[in-house]
């Protein structure tokens, strides 16, 4: 279906081309008259024919000079028109259409405001008014085997590579010692379910890991690996 604007170009293009259709026929129609009535029925040394066709030449001059001229004149305004976003500020418009458009524009920040949802919930992302609103416990939960396994790395350079699908006390095993029992299983439960439960985990899932991973990345910071325990374990 043809647009609006189409239309318009097509409507205009054919209001030209009939008006000129109609000045061309009266200029051939004049024309004829003025060499039927002279003397000769010739156009030469006709005054009649030359001053028709000199009138219409100086109209049809005149339009394309007026036409160009406000063709260029709409162009060089409209070059003048920042391309970069600009505030409107009190001096730019009267200060009826200025407070009109605060008033819209503070209209549309409330709506959107009143538009975001406050209760709906999604499985496998934190709830709105939560710390973890907007988190997608899935993969945050697995980023943290990156970030451990780093640290890790810092204390013993040649630690087993990381393979996908290996569990966190398998991996963790050389320093497992120094780490609490518990909160490396918690954390590793979180993992597996992350990888492997069709399921999305619940908030309350994600906490209990995520804990556990911030207890282990805490004792890392702390320097417990570099502990002199640990290097006689080394």
């Avoid at 394309?64 to 063709?71: G, N, P, Q, S, T």
């Avoid at 991996?171 to 609490?180: S, T």
Wanted: with cysteine; net charge positive; proline share 6%.
């Amino acid at each position: 279906m043809p647009s609006w604007r189409f239309l318009s170009s097509l409507t205009y293009l054919f209001l030209v081309l009939v008006t000129a259709c109609v000045v061309l026929l009266s200029c051939f129609a004049l024309l004829s008259q003025a060499v039927r009535n002279s003397p000769r029925q010739a156009f030469k040394n006709n005054y009649n024919a030359l001053v028709i066709g000199a009138s219409y030449t100086l109209v049809c001059f005149f339009s394309m000079f007026f036409c160009l001229k406000r063709r260029i004149a709409m162009r060089l305004r409209m070059s003048r028109i920042s391309k970069d976003y600009r505030p409107v500020s009190r001096g730019d418009v009267p200060h009826s259409v200025h407070e009109y458009i605060t008033r819209e524009y503070l209209r549309s920040c409330l709506i959107s405001s009143l538009s975001i949802p406050t209760t709906s919930s999604h499985p496998g992302w934190g709830s709105h008014g939560t710390p973890f609103a907007g988190v997608h416990f899935r993969s945050t939960i697995l980023s943290t085997v990156k970030v451990i396994d780093e640290l890790a790395r810092e204390v013993i350079p040649h630690h087993p590579p990381l393979k996908p699908h290996t569990r966190m006390h398998h991996h963790f095993r050389f320093i497992a010692p120094l780490l609490n029992g518990e909160v490396l299983a918690l954390w590793d439960s979180a993992i597996q379910m992350a990888r492997l439960a069709q399921r999305e985990m619940t908030e309350e899932e994600f906490i209990v890991g995520w804990d556990a991973a911030e207890e282990i990345r805490r004792m890392q910071v702390d320097s417990v690996f570099l502990s002199p325990s640990f290097l006689m374990i080394i």
